[in-house]
Structures are given as structure tokens and as C-alpha cells.
């Protein structure tokens, strides 16, 4: 009975010291509770902040609580008290970074050349720049600054457009400059997360509906539906939909009658020419993970002697396709494969005798350090194999007749992995390996020569 009685003291002892040091958010320091918030959502600081005059109160602090919303999550990519020439408010650089953030890394333009952009991070704002292969051979890039995306002192978005390629971008501080340059104000306005449409901003200000509908934007419909593997996530139906929504609404009789009128009017104001809509579609996978190293964006040289930029995509059951992007002189390169399998098993070393011989007897194809002129050569220290990979080629595919070929090796080939995670790719009916190596690498493009009116920038 003694013992029973001990024990319930204990009990009683513990839960008293329980309830006197356990402590409700209410208790914990001011920072404290900033720092707990600043991993919410907005809507869910929205929600909190109806709990008490107190908390709302906290919510609506600008400098601290919407400051440490930024500050973690772009503080190391941007500076974020530079956005708006350092005078728009915290709460606003949120809700349109929150918008804008997906827009970084590699996009699709559509039915226009070069197809491939690039958005990255600038101290205080976005830009976007056209990549292509170099004219000046080897693995380098050219990259084009086309768009400057930041906010206003009011928080509003502010988008200029260089369509003559004469603005260095990386010299704005702000929105400073840019109004006197011949640059051309767009709207940026997004369909879901993977696609968005770049607009002029003529004939949008004062009237609420916008522009007409174009026959060029409805006829981008059918390609952006074309190159859906582009763009993982919306279902085709979602897609279609947020699509016919975004023409619908900018749509009307009235609307279109005042937007000539202030196009002709804008026009003749400024003298320029008016700038067409373009629509871009996510490259979502554009970098290789642990469990698919192959996937991702990719450049090698090819047997043609040209730099080509190629698109790995693996699907849900660990089929694998390759495709070249941007390769207008070769017809179907847009949709028939270079290279794809649908076994995925990758052979492991030791290999065979076989598996040896196959790739001792290929050459490299890659770019002479002295002169940039692209030789055949053999095996660099870096491209020790660790993996190989059973592929087939497009012919069989994309030609029919080539399917009747006596003999299987003619579509057969290899993909060899790397141990520096780069891989090449040959067929056994050639005697040569395209390697292929990273565009970019921790968000920034690799090799890229920035190409300005006055000459490349490195």
C-alpha cells in the first residue's frame, strides 16, 4: 500500500512539473515566433493572424516577419533589399517571388529558334537569356540576355523586353535606365506552373480584358500540346483548360475596338514596332538525379562536328528517351529519339570481354584544346566507365524499312556512364562515342559566352 502510494506521489510530481514548464507559442520570445512563422505559407500566416489582435499584429510586421519570409527563402540567391530600388515592401517582394521563383532554370520558347532559355537569379531581379551552341566550335554557348523581370518602389512587376539584343542587363540596379533604353515593356502572364506567355503591354493599360486573340496564338496551341513531355505535372485536360481560360479571358468585342485604338495610339507615340506574343513551356527534369543520372539537359559534340544540346527524359516505369533540341536542320530531330530503351538495367563492372572490346575500339568525339576544331581521340582520365546501358537508335523507328535489317546490331548501341557522372552514347554500327556533358551545374550555365551588341562577355 506504501508503494502504491509512493508511485501516485511520483505520478502527481511528474505531471505538476509537466504543466509548470510546458509553454504555449504564446510564451516564446518575439523572435522566436518569427522565426516558427517564417517557415508558413502566406495563406497559413493569413489563417494564424485571425487568432488574436496580438498575432496579427505580428503578422503584418513588414520589416521582420515578411523580411524573414524573404530572407529565407532568397536571401542566398538575391538581395533582397535591392528589389524595388530598395523601396517596395517585404509583403510584396513575397507574393511575386513566391510567382516568379519557378521561373528559374530552363524553358522552351515555341515555334521560334533558338528554342532554349535559361532564367537565373540577378542581385535584385530575373533575367532570361536565349542559349545556342556557339559559332566559335567547341563546348562553349551563347548566351543572350532577352528579359529583365523586377518590381517597382510600389511592389508592382515591372518587364522589359530586348528584342535588338543592345542591353547589358547585369549593369541595372533597379528599374533605373531601363525606361530610357529602347527596350520594350512586356507582360509576363503564367498558365499553371509550366507554361507561360510573354505579351506586349501595349493596349493593356486601361482596358481590364486586354488584347485580341491572335491566329499566331491560337495556332502555338497545337505545339505547346505537342511538346508536353517538356513539361511534367498538369494532366493534358488541366493543361487544355488553363489554355482555353487564358484566351477566353482576353477576349471581347469592346475590349479589342479599345485596344487598336490604343495600340495605334502607343505606337505612333514611341515609334517602334510592335512586339509578337511568345509562349514557353518548362523543361522541368533539366538535371540529372541520383536514382536517373542520365536524365537532364546535355551537350556533346556530334559526329557532324556540330554542338548540339540534347534532352534526356526517363518516365515512370524507367523507359528512357533522348531527343535533340533545336536542330532546325535536321528534320524530325524535334520528335523522333536519338537514342531510347525501355529496360533500364545497367550492366555493372566487371564487364565482359565483349562488353571491353566494344568501347576500346571507339574513338571520342571532342573539341582539340588549341584550336577548338573538333578530333576524334581516345579515353580521357575522367571517362573511366563505371555503368553501361543497352540502347537502341531512332532509324527503326522514324524509318520503317531499316526495321527488316538482317541483322539487330544496325539499331543497337550503348550508353557508357561515367564515374565523374557525365555518360556517351554510340552505336555499334558506327565507330565513335558522342560524349555528353553538363549546360549547366548548381543553377549556372557552364561555358556560356554572354552576347551583346558591342561584343561577348565571358
Not at 357 to 380: A, F, M, N, W
Amino acid at each position: 500500500m506504501a508503494n502504491l502510494d509512493g508511485e501516485e506521489q511520483n505520478r502527481q510530481a511528474l505531471v505538476s512539473h509537466s504543466e509548470c514548464s510546458s509553454f504555449s507559442f504564446v510564451d516564446f520570445p518575439e523572435d522566436v515566433q518569427l522565426c516558427v512563422l517564417s517557415f508558413l505559407s502566406s495563406s497559413d500566416i493569413s489563417a494564424f493572424s485571425s487568432t488574436s489582435k496580438r498575432f496579427n499584429s505580428l503578422c503584418q510586421n513588414d520589416g521582420k516577419l515578411w523580411f524573414s519570409l524573404c530572407d529565407r527563402l532568397w536571401g542566398k540567391k538575391t538581395q533582397i533589399r535591392k528589389w524595388g530600388n530598395g523601396k517596395t515592401s517585404f509583403k510584396s517582394l513575397y507574393r511575386t517571388l513566391i510567382k516568379w521563383e519557378n521561373l528559374i532554370g530552363f524553358w522552351r520558347r515555341i515555334g521560334h529558334e533558338p528554342p532554349l532559355v535559361f532564367f537565373e537569379w540577378g542581385p535584385s531581379f530575373i533575367t532570361g537569356s536565349r542559349v545556342s551552341p556557339s559559332k566559335t566550335g567547341g563546348y562553349q554557348i551563347d548566351k543572350t540576355p532577352f528579359i529583365w523581370m523586377g518590381l517597382s518602389a510600389d511592389g508592382e512587376p515591372l518587364n522589359y523586353l530586348d528584342p535588338d539584343k543592345r542591353f547589358d542587363f547585369a549593369k541595372v540596379e533597379g528599374e533605373l535606365g531601363l525606361v530610357e533604353a529602347d527596350l520594350v515593356r512586356v507582360r509576363v502572364n503564367f498558365i499553371g506552373r509550366n507554361h507561360f506567355v510573354v505579351e506586349d503591354n501595349l493596349g493593356f493599360e486601361g482596358t481590364q480584358m486586354g488584347s485580341r486573340r491572335s491566329e499566331e496564338d491560337l495556332g502555338n496551341m497545337d505545339e505547346i500540346m505537342g511538346v508536353e513531355t517538356l513539361s511534367s505535372g498538369s494532366p493534358p485536360d488541366v493543361l487544355t483548360s488553363e489554355i482555353y481560360q487564358y484566351f477566353a479571358n482576353r477576349t471581347s468585342p469592346s475590349a479589342e475596338r479599345a485596344s487598336r485604338r490604343q495600340r495605334k495610339k502607343e505606337k505612333g507615340r514611341n515609334g517602334r514596332r510592335r512586339f509578337e506574343t511568345e509562349h514557353y513551356v518548362k523543361i522541368v527534369n533539366s538535371s540529372p538525379t541520383s536514382s536517373r543520372p542520365l536524365q537532364g539537359l546535355w551537350k556533346g559534340i556530334s559526329y557532324d562536328q556540330n554542338l548540339d544540346f540534347y534532352l534526356v527524359g526517363c518516365d515512370d516505369i524507367g523507359g528512357i528517351v533522348c531527343r535533340k533540341i533545336g536542330a532546325p536542320s535536321e528534320p524530325l530531330c524535334g520528335y523522333s529519339p536519338v537514342f531510347w530503351t525501355s529496360n533500364p538495367t545497367f550492366l555493372e563492372s566487371p564487364f565482359s570481354e565483349e562488353e571491353e572490346d566494344i568501347y576500346e575500339k571507339r574513338v571520342h568525339i571532342r573539341p582539340q584544346p588549341t584550336d577548338e576544331t573538333c578530333v576524334y581521340s581516345g579515353l580521357q582520365e575522367n571517362e573511366v566507365v563505371s555503368r553501361v546501358l543497352c540502347i537502341n537508335s531512332s532509324y527503326d523507328l522514324v524509318i520503317p524499312d531499316l526495321t527488316t535489317s538482317p541483322s539487330p546490331r544496325q539499331v543497337e548501341g550503348r550508353i557508357w556512364q561515367y564515374e565523374d557522372g557525365t555518360f556517351g552514347y554510340g552505336f555499334l554500327r558506327d565507330n565513335f562515342i558522342v560524349d555528353l556533358k553538363h549546360i549547366a551545374l548548381d543553377g549556372h550555365l557552364l561555358d556560356a559566352v554572354e552576347q551583346l551588341c558591342n561584343g561577348p562577355r565571358v
